[in-house]
């Protein structure tokens, strides 16, 4: 039986990642790593372990749910393991070598590996995902998108602020700036120059990687949302062709891993809450942007669990892809 | 004494237009009204009377902070008894004898009424005391808007909904049909054929009224979220000339009703808890948008109280005109 660690066991999206592999029945053996403080913890049944160096010893796959510098620390000592990573940092995303993927839009890109593969940004699953089969059918150049982003995208302290501040709590914030409660937050990363912010990049340098677009260009705006752990995303979709709003519902219908939700007549859209502990990305309020007089952009809405699909069951797919293709 | 009632006086707009003549010290006397089901309440000292046709005798100017059908039940008493209304309902925005006045953008239509003056709705009074200074500067042509609103633009009914989801408590929903609580809602208002909401045409057929500009396109989309009482609005503006940041910065500086907050490496940007109970509007996150090869698109982020600058403070200024006027 193969043998699989989470680095980052105990946090959300390590979590998560060992429920995926549980509730797929994937036929591995985990075991779980995290930092000192954490040895000992109980999760799910097993023990966690402290990551050192000779952690990843007789270990076939590594899911890293770590931040990046952690995951610049021990990814050496699982390589000369010789283990396959799929990491859910940022660090190597863009990285020549590593391939990026969302399974159901490159999962031949895993074939390219260099033992290691990365998972990209939650945002950029869910909106690639959502859109994928508009592309195809209408070709993509450039995504106009607000996203509106849980409190989880920052892990437990995330979620830690918006519950204590809910409840009136007089304590520090530990993942926000300001008060996440009743608020919205347009920041989400450090900014650069042009007053653009690190995750406001993603979605392009990622988007590009994901689907072969060198030219993609996508606008992007983050905002913080006082939501648990769903993410939703306003998008404006300009494209090659004429849209047509019966079409992309029909395309939308047979896309993998997405579940039209799209009857606003009968107050059917997707909602955070509504996606929340779901793997699927849900899409709606789909209209034809009549502001363009060629008729080629579509607006719609976009919601999805920002720790499953936009982290943890993205991986966990992945590492499924490597184990079919080992037997 | 010039004479002033209040139509709709314990609403929360209603409530916080009795607010600001005070704040502003309008050399006005008062008179509340509602329904028989208020009558005789206090508030501020005043008391609530009835509303009925013989209620604007005497009366110079009315504030209307009624719902649409309640608005036109009273709209006849009150032209019959001569007053001057100043409506925050939708009932007459759009007729063409009614001017729709932004004070800060076109307080000369005032001069063109016939017994009424509109208005605007509460998310295209932010949009455009944001962006009026941009829009003369570089010529508008289309924005591209996501609002994020708050609860209170469903009164104290949306107020009361947040506040009990909040709490867990298990009572009706009043306001919204899901939940709002640590969600978001894509829907504020009916839907057309187009798939378009009520609330996200106002922006582009109010928009063009106001800035009597036609032509102007406006795509939105309109989102409730779990804030309070302001709104935050993410806006891409495709500009008739090249766009400037610096430039866009100088005339936000200097323009009337908006607080220039936008220095994002330094964590100052416009959040809506910030507006709270604010009369200004604060304008932020100012880009070049990069996927312009043209480089004539902008993008801001705005926020602004709903309840303040998005309906009574607009409202009481165009009163204050008016009294001027009036001298």
């Known amino acids: 039986m193969k043998k699989v660690a989470i680095a980052g066991a105990t946090g959300a999206v390590g979590r998560q990642m060992l429920e995926c592999i549980r509730e797929r029945n994937l036929p591995v053996e985990v075991k779980l790593l995290a930092s000192a403080r954490s040895k000992g913890k109980v999760i799910d049944g097993l023990v966690v372990e402290e990551l050192t160096p000779d952690s990843f010893q007789g270990v076939d796959y590594v899911l890293g749910a770590c931040e990046n510098d952690v995951t610049k620390r021990w990814m050496p000592w ?12 940022s660090a190597f995303r863009l990285d020549d070598n590593v391939p990026l993927v969302v399974p159901e839009i490159n999962a031949d ?10 998972n990209p940004n939650c945002s950029t699953i869910i909106a690639l995902v959502g859109c994928d089969a508009l592309k195809k059918e209408f070709g993509l150049k ?15 302290k995330g979620i830690a602020d918006l519950e204590n501040q809910v409840k009136g709590e007089d304590v520090p914030f530990q993942a926000f ?24 990049w993603k979605m392009q340098n990622e ?58 007549q009968n107050r059917v859209y997707p909602m955070p809450l509504d996606t929340t ?27 999805g669990d920002q720790i499953r699909k936009g982290a943890a069951t993205n991986a966990v797919q992945i590492l499924e892809k490597l184990l079919e293709k080992a037997e």
Not at 80 to 89: I, K, L, Q, R
Not at 109 to 118: E, P, R, S, T
Not at 235 to 253: G, P
Not at 279 to 296: A, N
């Open 177 to 200: 700036p300001y008060q996440i409660a009743y608020n919205l937050i347009p920041q989400i990363g450090d900014f650069d120059e042009f007053g653009i912010s690190k995750e406001e």
């Open 142 to 156: 450039r995504m106009i998108v607000t996203t509106m982003q849980a409190v989880s995208g920052a892990g437990v």
């Open 109 to 118: 890109d895993i074939d390219h590996h260099n033992g290691i593969i990365a």
């Open 277 to 303: 502990d779901q793997d699927d990305v849900f899409v709606g309020r789909i209209r034809k942007d009549l502001t363009d007089p060629e008729g080629k952009t579509l607006q719609v809405f976009v919601c």
């Open 207 to 264: 988007g590009r990687k994901i689907w072969h677009e060198p030219e993609l260009l996508v606008n992007c705006t983050c905002v913080r949302v006082p939501v648990m752990r769903s993410h939703s995303e306003s998008i404006t979709l300009e494209c090659e062709t004429e849209v047509d709003v019966a079409r992309a519902r029909e395309v939308l219908k047979q896309a993998a891993g997405v579940q039209l939700k799209d009857d606003p």
């Open 78 to 89: 699982a390589q000369e393991a010789g283990c396959v990573v799929v990491d859910n940092s």
